[in-house]
């Protein structure tokens, strides 16, 4: 089983990127995709999830109207769309399946002028 996540970087505040995570091993659509965040100093926070039938998403408070979490289950991908990126938003993602120990490496986003 493997999740390997891609698309971090350095971008200035109001950027954008976009995080791909890629799943094998594992029947990728079985399951809820979610994405999670940590910044130092800080506990790792749910920020986006998808279902793996039918793309149900939800999006915590506080990327809402922002990012953008969609899936793509030929592919076994899940990606992250951010938008309109701040500072607080800095941290390391990680890709997660649900009800698993899953989880991917994690990629650096860096929001900084």
């Known amino acids: 089983v493997q999740l390997v996540e891609s698309g971090g970087g350095l971008v200035q505040p109001g950027g954008s990127l976009r995080l791909s995570c890629v799943a094998s091993?594992?029947?990728?659509?079985?399951?809820?995709m979610k994405w999670y965040r940590q910044a130092p100093g800080k506990e790792r926070e749910f920020v986006a999830g998808?279902?793996?039938?039918?793309?149900?998403?939800t999006l915590a408070d506080s990327v809402k109207g922002r990012f953008t979490i969609s899936s793509d289950n030929a592919k076994n991908t899940v990606y992250l769309q951010m938008n309109s990126l701040k500072p607080e938003d800095t941290a390391v993602y990680y890709c997660?399946?649900?009800?698993?120990?899953?989880w991917g490496q994690g990629t650096q986003v860096t929001v900084s002028s």
């Open positions: 997660y399946a649900a009800g698993t120990n899953y």
């Open positions: 998808i279902t793996g039938v039918g793309g149900i998403n």
């Open positions: 091993g594992f029947t990728f659509m079985r399951y809820i």
